[in-house]
């Protein structure tokens, strides 16, 4: 017998009635009602009452009331069965792939099967078909884009990708980072896998002492050891975290020796390095693999830069600086009320990681103006680098050294200022930026920051938090070897 409500209205003519409703009042996944905006005429008033509309549509999914199939949902490789009475036409509407399937089955049961971790979230992702909107934990994301994927459901999908994308910095018993750049890389979203290198990249001494740094597969492990964007304290911290990684793991050799052949030797001092050779069980191992790098390494600290030029390519990997937060290589800068005034701060690097340069010091200054004119409007540019200020600027930073030098001949600076922000209830990198000796600025700075909001994403307790790292490039002395 067909169900009908009051007014003897059909249940299907109901509930299109109800869809209907819906479709000009979206729900976002966070819950909060987008109002799509409307013209209306002089002196027209909206009513919305879309929220009582959910709130019918959801208490009939709950209540079972009209409904005119039953999902038998099977877990995958045991006897689970979860069955939800559902309608053909919401779940028509919200799904190509249910109209199809419903179209196909003259039956009132539909019998699905799906593995453990979206059976235990299906009911979830038919509430979201009825209602729009959903509520997700890091643990669930996965399986919800699963869902969304196999049935067709756009919406959730991008949803969820960009809940992914959103929540990289939240804190998981065993880290969820990893995870999701898997995942990621299996269904070839290159968005979310790009985001999640980028996270792993710029905090990885984070990630270095936490346990998803175990979990990482070998391409992922390979991929961040190719990278010149790392963000860590040191080299000797990546290879004693690798060190680690290949005694949980056991890798094949292989693996090993391709990985132990990305560490960047040269930007080990030399003592670490003697001792790494006599200490370090998998350099004892696998010394035979890397023992032409250590021996340029060596060469590296023990003659000068101008002298190893000659016969070696010296802008080759092993020799090029990462982002090392040690303080050889910057210094943090904490700015309290970054949009008062101008502020300025010195620290010292070392010249450069050569054995022959560790121990020179180059003093830098660094300004940063809330409201600064870009360089070629500026009226004068003094050596004591005061700026033409306007409320029409947005803020800049320039780190220049304090004195020149001959040792800089053949020396070129990329200085780069890491951003690190609150998210999650913890320290992260909310930006990089990096710029050259010749520009002394980076023309994007904070570009999209707003700091005059007390709740900027910027800011920490109204401060600015930065970190500026100091990266010699001997790039400058390559010539043709003999």
């Given at each position: ?173 065993t880290g969820h980072v990893v995870g999701w750049y898997q995942y990621a890389m299996q269904i070839g979203d290159a968005n979310l896998r790009d985001s999640c290198l980028q996270y792993l990249s710029w905090n990885l001494s984070s990630v270095l002492q936490s346990g998803e740094w175990g979990s990482i597969s070998d391409d992922l492990l390979l991929s961040l050891m190719q990278r010149s964007d790392l963000i860590l304290q040191s080299e000797l911290e990546l290879y004693e975290a690798l060190e680690a990684w290949i005694g949980q793991n056991q ?232």
């Open positions: 017998m067909a169900h009908t409500y009051e007014g003897g209205i059909p249940a299907r003519v109901y509930l299109g009635t109800l869809l209907v409703a819906l479709c000009f009042h979206p729900i976002s996944v966070g819950g909060a009602a987008l109002k799509q905006e409307v013209a209306l005429e002089n002196g027209a008033t909206t009513l919305n009452h879309s929220m009582a509309m959910v709130q019918r549509m959801e208490g009939l999914l709950a209540q079972g009331n009209g409904s005119d199939v039953a999902l038998r949902v099977q877990t995958v490789n045991t006897d689970e069965v979860k069955v939800i009475q559902a309608h053909t036409l919401v779940l028509s509407l919200q799904s190509e792939v249910f109209e199809e399937l419903l179209l196909s089955h003259n039956t009132s049961t539909l019998v699905l099967r799906e593995p453990a971790d979206c059976a235990a979230v299906f009911d979830k992702f038919i509430r979201y078909l009825y209602c729009g909107d959903i509520s997700v934990r890091l643990d669930q994301a996965i399986p919800l884009h699963k869902l969304a994927s196999k049935y067709r459901v756009w919406s959730l999908q991008q949803g969820l990708s960009q809940y992914m994308t959103g929540h990289l910095s939240s804190d998981s018993p890798p094949a050799g292989l693996t090993v020796e391709n990985a132990l052949r990305q560490v960047r030797y040269g930007m080990i001092p030399p003592q670490h390095l003697f001792r790494l050779q006599k200490q370090s069980p998998v350099m004892l191992k696998y010394y035979e693999s890397i023992r032409d790098l250590l021996f340029l390494a060596f060469q590296f600290h023990s003659a000068s830069p101008v002298q190893l030029a000659k016969y070696f390519d010296v802008n080759c990997s092993i020799f090029t600086p990462r982002n090392y937060l040690s303080p050889s290589w910057g210094s943090p800068w904490v700015i309290n009320n970054p949009t008062r005034d101008d502020r300025s701060f010195s620290f010292q690097t070392q010249l450069g990681p050569s054995g022959s340069d560790a121990s020179k010091r180059v003093t830098w200054n660094g300004l940063f103006s809330p409201r600064w004119l870009p360089l070629s409007v500026r009226s004068a540019y003094t050596n004591e680098m005061q700026a033409t200020r306007t409320d029409a600027g947005r803020p800049r930073i320039i780190v220049t050294p304090a004195t020149s030098s001959p040792d800089f001949a053949g020396v070129s600076f990329q200085k780069t200022v890491i951003v690190t922000a609150r998210q999650g209830g913890k320290m992260v990198v909310r930006h990089v930026y990096n710029f050259h000796q010749s520009t002394e600025e980076a023309g994007d700075f904070l570009v999209e920051a707003d700091l005059h909001r007390r709740a900027s994403e910027y800011l920490i307790d109204s401060s600015l938090y930065l970190h500026v790292v100091v990266k010699p490039l001997y790039h400058s002395l390559i010539v043709a070897r003999k």
